[in-house]
């Protein structure tokens, strides 16, 4: 079955138009967008308070494929019901996050996940930013320990785009 994602990924990676990329200063950055796969290292209530104090607009999509209700109401959460029965976003899934665009989107898992990865390709942003450089699409790679929180990540991230002259 991990094949058979791998495939459909790659398929799609083909055929999106990523480029055009821009790096762009955190002071710039108005709208943002996380991906997040359950389970975090972290805790929620540490990831909204990160998300208060950056004064941005920020969007999370939780990606809980093996749930079919919602943990959360106040994030964006991906679930059963948003995937097909190979496991990749559905139809529907992939419309309704078309028409989402953002300065800078950020991957929080550090592991490969193609229905994750997938929900990234799909959302348009200006910077995509991972913590690996093992899919092309990701403008910027920013190495993430795997025994460190996402707020740990986060915050790396944010000091490289701030070093970014804008």
Known sequence: MEGIRRFLFKQALGTTNNKGQRFINWDQVKRLALVVSAPMKGAKSELDKWIVGTDKQIDVYYIETGVKQATYSDWQCLTKVSATWLG???????????????????????QINYFEQRIALQIEAGLKVWCRNDIPFYALCIERKNDKSEIVFLENCVKYLKMIKG
């Open 88 to 110: 990749m976003p559905n139809a529907a899934c992939l419309q309704s996050l078309s028409s989402r665009k953002y300065d800078v989107l950020i991957c929080l898992s550090p």
